[in-house]
């Protein structure tokens, strides 16, 4: 089983200004001359984190990072009491990576993403293919509306009544019939108190059903009051637009990506991203190689998925 690579620091970090008032964070580590590769980060509204440079080889990889609007060192931050998410949508972040790529100097780049960030590679690709290399998704996650009912209304109870039962415990009995539209309600209610309570037990409950087994140090990141509010509000801002998306927009429109070399990894446990999503997109997407790992959940850290990743990543290294 292929491990992280060796940590590593940033050789360069900045502030880029993306218009609307919005400002992100981006970073590059590796090697200056290598292959550029850009990593996109889950939720929406998770935020880069270091484990995300390990998967590509820093000899070869020119390594970029960079945190979504309104989330991770990206200002304004979504838990302000303020926060405006009206500029946060996936064809603005669309739009955020290509005016990066082009601040950095970068013709075309190799397109790696999990969970959310599979949603943006699809989106980006399937709008930029000339400026992408290669793409490896993780966790795919596509926001039509049966993947939604599935996670958020209802339908990984199933698996998890326990903790279900804290899921919807912040909202009231009479609002439960359509859980994203009470949640969206609480996370921006005036009371700081009712804000936070509820970004920290939708933050829990993904947190605690992402992994195959509960990490509690995993938890204890997602559910920080300020981290939980911004990455709860930014999701619920997304899932109740279903992504600016036509229905199956993404899976449809795969077919651009056909000449792009692909691979998508999923893990056959997935409560967060099910396997169904990533079976029509390979069902729509035959070109891309195809990897159901056996005993994973949905965390890229996971050993066979991690594997997964790094193969793809030393493959295309070359």
């Known amino acids: 089983m292929r491990e992280f690579y060796p940590e590593i620091q940033p050789y360069e970090t900045g502030m ?62 979504a838990s302000a ?24 100097g970068i013709e075309r780049w190799l ?24 793409l490896i998704l993780r966790g795919i996650f596509t926001l039509r509306q ?11 109870a199933a698996v998890y009544p326990d903790l279900w039962e804290k899921f919807i415990a912040p909202v009231p009995e ?8 009470a949640y969206g309600r609480l996370l921006h209610d005036d009371d700081k108190a009712v804000r936070e309570r509820a970004g920290i037990a939708w933050s829990t409950w993904e947190s605690s059903t992402i992994t195959l087994l509960q990490q509690p140090e995993t938890i204890a ?40 070399p692909s691979v998508i990894v999923q893990g056959r446990y997935d409560m967060c991203t099910p396997a169904f999503t990533a079976w029509d997109l390979h069902r729509a997407w035959p070109e891309a190689d195809f990897t159901m790992v056996p005993d994973a959940g949905h965390a890229f850290d996971e050993p066979g998925i991690l594997d997964a990743l790094i193969a793809a990543t030393d493959l295309f290294a070359e």
């Open 16 to 77: 880029l200004d993306v218009g609307d008032g919005q400002t992100i964070y981006w970073e590059a580590s590796g090697n200056p001359d290598g292959k550029p590769a850009v990593y996109l980060h889950g939720g929406p509204g998770g935020g880069s984190n270091p484990a995300q440079r390990r998967v590509f080889d820093p000899e070869k990889y020119r390594i970029i990072l960079f945190d979504q609007r309104g989330c991770g060192q990206s200002t304004p931050h």
């Open 81 to 104: 009491a303020d926060a405006d998410l009206s500029t946060n949508t996936t064809w603005h972040l669309v739009s955020d990576m290509e005016k990066l790529r082009e601040h950095l």
């Open 111 to 134: 397109v790696c993403g999990g969970s959310w960030g599979s949603t943006l590679g699809l989106a980006y690709s399937e709008t930029h293919p000339e400026k992408v290399t290669e």
């Open 146 to 156: 049966i993947e939604l009912d599935w996670f958020y209304e209802g339908g990984a």
């Open 174 to 181: 009479a609002e439960r019939s359509h859980l994203i539209k």
């Open 221 to 260: 990141k997602f559910t920080e009051p300020s981290y939980a509010v911004a990455f709860a509000r930014i999701e619920n801002h997304y899932f109740q637009h279903n992504g600016w998306f036509e229905p199956n927009q993404l899976i449809r429109d795969s077919t651009k990506l056909k000449d792009i």
